[in-house]
């Protein structure tokens, strides 16, 4: 970019891109800064021949890539400039100062001037500026670099909006945003989007007429990398040469930017088996690097590390991890480079994406060592063991800047594979060693990438961490989170299209509002985050010491390679009284039977034989290796994303016709994560109502309307069974009953939250979100923008104090699958709100049997029976009572529980109260029978 990105004309753009407020503001710049040339803000000459001179030959040292000189002049200008006075040219400068910093990788002090740029360039020269779109660039370019990737979209969203609309669609500023968002979107396994915006770019640079031009280098190069991915070889072959004859042509071939074609070309060579090709080009780049003027770390690290990784595809784990060490030493100096087990003592200085990628593939290289010889070579297991604890210290650096649930959600998805590896490692080093701290490790691995509840616990987190985190940064953080998942809702209930766009662009500003709020305060309070964020480790001791002795944990986690979302195994680990124990079968296979199960148990409820059949399978996949561990006990069960659609209890335990099934051994419960286990609190809450109960009735419009999306008949959509669960529930508990016209969305916000117990018996549509999601609709729904429905964003947004929620409704066990966080589904949703525990139905639940088995489980909560016992004693007596239709399990296994095991605290039933008056009745005509008998 010129260096005077606010002269948008002088780096040949058509004024016509521009509205008049900015020409006028172009204008005036140009005056503006003539006058602020010659005085300066103290007084001080400064002659503008000298300015301009200063200014040219930093340019010049930027566009030839020679960053270190750029930087130097770049700061030496901004000294002397007054931002007050020259607001324009400050910004600008300090734009090409930023990216002279993140070239070198000096991040940190990139990081700091960038955020202090855009309060200047959004204070003095607004938002919708292009210097200022360039500023949200460099933050987005920062973000990703350094693996703060919540956030990255957000920033790039926010300067492609600023670049396209005062500048145009096809500009170089916005191509080069595309460009950048590509090579996002390709390291994040997003190739769908990754092409998008890639060949987007290379359209807008041939209108434009830089096709053939170095600044179109990287989008070829990573072009290449896209087609290398997806095997088309010759294509990438021919980018990379393409990108390296444009770096030659413009920076001679002793270039950083040819070294790096350099390396992608070798890696074509590699993946046909020509090793000693390969090796050559890779020494070629060594040399251009050794006789280039303008060393680059990054280009040297990236030699390094590929022939690190060509020694390794060619069996030669030694040689590779010689040159991982050489990439480890040009961080940190003090590291001895002739001792490749030698690691960091910490990750301190670099907590950034590419010093975690290092470790971890260096952990993978000593690994393989060890597999060679496994007697001989366990020190190598152990060093392995020792960069994976560095990969997670970074791992929590990166995380503990993300201020919303949909970034973390997508940084746990982003990182699960790593912590799936990392606990395989951790496993492995247990049974070479049988240290059982190695066994806290794995399990500590699998539960961090689980850990969404820290980001909403900050109410209760600032408590114990007030004096570092300040009560105001709560209240802004809390606002903006309940904004933001206001427009998230927003955006799940418009269509894809231009409406959609401009509330991406809300959500971008949000986000990004919310990300300069968080580093400020760790600007102000340097220890404050570290608190406030602060981690709880997963202990095997901890764990057994939370079991009951009846008890047993079930943990289940799915490995999903790179690109895919299908399972390739799934690691299953128990663990109770009688001992512990891991294992893994094929996740294909898994997945395989478990959609079976669910098409068939769902759908076709006269199969019984076939639905046992496939169970059976699954049990004896999944539970069946378990049986020493788990018999008699009460299972809590941590299910992984696909295996949250199994139906637990309906698993038949034998091959027979009419078999015994999990339910009829077991007490069966879901828990969200091993932390809320560890954490759960029994302890009642201030509440004092008891249950809320809702049960909406619709007009013929919003019958037709909910009949059309779940696929019903419109007679089918007023549950007459819905009326009879809220008033058997009346006739247990203290209850108050939204019903018809009353059980409006508005009604149920303005009085859930002072519930103990909060019961939803309507329907739940699909989400236009997709991804599976569903909204539970009210009394006042309407079709338009889904007015009178809950969605998961809005129920994140329930200030809720609940001990339980029942959704008796249809599918709300279902939703979006995340490789880090599970099944996020509306018993996800109202946990995160606040709900200790949610009851939910895996498939469309039968009205008739809702209406049996919904006031049972309440009746036996009045009785005292925990939930889980409650909802298992429901099932089994409509079991015992069914006809050889109804004991499908079609009509009861889909009622799922998740949350804890303990009772309804403090709950003055009706029913207890009715027992004490007859009780009392019945004494009392007893004392006056005897009474007048004595008389």
């Not at 040949?12 to 005056?31: P, R």
């Not at 400020?520 to 901890?542: H, M, V, W």
């Not at 029994?682 to 419009?701: C, E, S, Y």
Request: net charge neutral; aromatic share 12%.
């Amino acid at each position: 970019m010129h260096r005077l990105n606010i002269l948008c004309n002088f780096n040949g753009l058509q004024i016509q891109f521009i509205k008049m407020k900015y020409f006028s503001s172009f204008v005036s710049s140009v005056l503006f800064l003539i006058f602020c040339v010659i005085f300066s803000a103290k007084g001080q000459s400064i002659r503008y021949g000298d300015l301009s001179k200063h200014l040219r030959n930093a340019d010049r040292h930027f566009y030839n890539l020679a960053y270190s000189s750029a930087e130097d002049q770049y700061f030496g200008l901004l000294k002397s400039l007054d931002k007050e006075n020259n607001r324009g040219l400050y910004c600008s400068i300090t734009n090409n100062y930023i990216e002279a910093l993140w070239q070198q990788e000096k991040y940190d002090t990139a990081r700091k001037v960038a955020y202090r740029n855009l309060d200047d360039c959004v204070k003095y020269l607004g938002s919708d500026d292009p210097v200022t779109g360039k500023a949200y660039l460099n933050l987005a370019i920062l973000s990703f670099l350094t693996g703060y990737s919540g956030i990255t979209d957000a920033y790039f969203f926010k300067s492609l909006d600023v670049f396209t609309n005062l500048l145009g669609k096809e500009s170089p500023e916005t191509a080069n945003v595309l460009e950048w968002l590509g090579i996002y979107h390709n390291s994040i396994s997003d190739t769908s989007l990754a092409r998008e915006y890639l060949w987007e770019a290379l359209k807008i640079r041939a209108q434009i007429g830089q096709a053939e031009d170095y600044r179109s280098g990287n989008l070829y190069r990573y072009m290449g990398l896209f087609y290398k991915r997806f095997g088309k070889l010759d294509s990438a072959l021919y980018c990379f040469n393409k990108a390296k004859q444009l770096f030659d042509t413009k920076f001679s071939t002793y270039n950083f930017k040819s070294v790096k074609c350099l390396n992608n070309i070798s890696d074509i060579y590699e993946i046909h088996g020509l090793f000693d090709t390969a090796l050559a080009i890779h020494k070629q780049s060594l040399e251009l690097i050794k006789a280039g003027k303008i060393k680059n770390r990054y280009s040297l690290m990236m030699t390094y590390f590929n022939i690190s990784e060509l020694y390794r595809n060619f069996g030669d784990p030694e040689n590779a991890l010689k040159y991982m060490q050489k990439v480890l030493k040009l961080y940190y100096p003090g590291l001895k480079e002739d001792c490749i087990t030698c690691n960091p003592s910490s990750a301190g200085k670099y907590p950034y994406a590419i010093i975690k990628t290092v470790l971890a593939y260096k952990a993978r290289y000593l690994k393989a060592i060890y597999d060679r010889d496994r007697i001989s070579n366990s020190g190598y297991l152990i060093s392995s063991a020792q960069c994976y604890e560095l990969v997670n210290k970074i791992t929590e650096a990166l995380r503990d800047r993300i201020t919303n649930v949909e970034e973390l959600v997508f940084f746990e998805h982003v990182n699960n594979n790593m912590y799936m590896e990392m606990a395989d490692n951790a496993l492995l080093v247990y049974e070479i060693t049988h240290d059982t701290a190695y066994l806290s490790t794995a399990l500590n691995y699998l539960s961090i990438n689980r850990n969404t509840n820290k980001v909403l616990a900050d109410e209760v987190l600032a408590k114990e961490y007030l004096a570092n985190v300040p009560d105001n940064f709560m209240k802004t953080k809390k606002l903006f989170r309940k904004e933001l998942n206001e427009l998230l809702s927003r955006r799940s209930g418009v269509d894809k299209t231009d409406a959609d766009k401009k509330i991406n662009i809300l959500i971008a500003d949000k986000k990004i509002e919310m990300d300069i709020l968080e580093y400020k305060l760790t600007q102000s309070n340097p220890g404050a985050i570290k608190s406030f964020c602060k981690n709880e480790n997963i202990y095997l001791r901890a764990l057994t010491n939370k079991l009951k002795e009846d008890q047993a944990l079930v943990w289940l986690n799915e490995y999903c390679p790179d690109y895919i979302e299908t399972p390739d195994s799934v690691l299953i680990i128990a663990l109770s009284g009688n001992g512990f124990k891991y294992f893994k079968v094929d996740g294909n296979k898994t997945l395989k039977l478990i959609n079976d199960y669910q098409e068939i148990i769902s759908g076709d409820i006269y199969r019984v034989n076939k639905i046992d059949s496939i169970g059976y399978l699954l049990y004896s996949l999944l539970f069946a290796p378990l049986e020493n561990i788990i018999s008699n006990k009460e299972l809590i069960i941590i299910p992984s994303q696909h295996i949250s659609m199994i139906p637990f209890d309906a698993l038949p335990v034998e091959p027979a016709p009419n078999p015994k099934r999990m339910i009829d051994r077991h007490t069966i419960w879901n828990e969200f994560s091993a932390l809320l286990f560890l954490q759960a609190d029994a302890k009642p809450g201030n509440i004092t109502n008891k249950v809320l109960a809702v049960a909406p009735q619709f007009n013929r419009q919003q019958k037709e309307a909910i009949a059309f999306l779940t696929k019903r008949d419109t007679a089918l959509i007023n549950l007459p069974g819905a009326k009879t669960e809220c008033e058997r529930i009346g006739a247990l508990f203290d209850t108050k009953i939204l019903y018809g016209q009353n059980a409006s969305l508005g009604e149920f916000k303005a009085n859930c939250p002072d519930y103990q117990i909060i019961h939803l018996s309507t329907h739940a549509i699909p989400d236009k979100g997709g991804e599976e999601a569903v909204r539970l609709v009210f009394s006042d729904y309407r079709k338009i923008n889904d007015e009178g429905s809950l969605d998961l964003y809005e129920v994140l947004n329930l200030p809720l104090n609940a001990d339980l929620v029942v959704l008796s409704a249809c599918k709300t066990g279902v939703g979006k699958m995340s490789k880090g966080e599970g099944n996020i589904n509306m018993a996800w949703a109202f946990n995160k709100a606040g709900a200790k525990s949610v009851l939910v139905s895996l498939w469309d639940a039968n009205d008739f049997a809702s209406s049996v088995i919904m006031p049972d489980f309440y009746k036996y909560l009045a009785e005292g029976m925990t939930k889980p016992h409650a909802l298992r004693q429901a099932k089994l007596d409509f079991i015992n009572s069914a006809d050889e239709l109804s004991i499908s399990p079609y009509f009861w296994a889909g009622f799922e529980y998740w949350g804890n095991d303990e009772p309804i605290r403090n709950m003055d039933n009706a029913a207890g109260w009715k027992l004490i008056m007859v009780l009392l009745f019945v004494l009392l005509s007893i004392s006056g029978f005897v009474y007048f008998r004595v008389c």
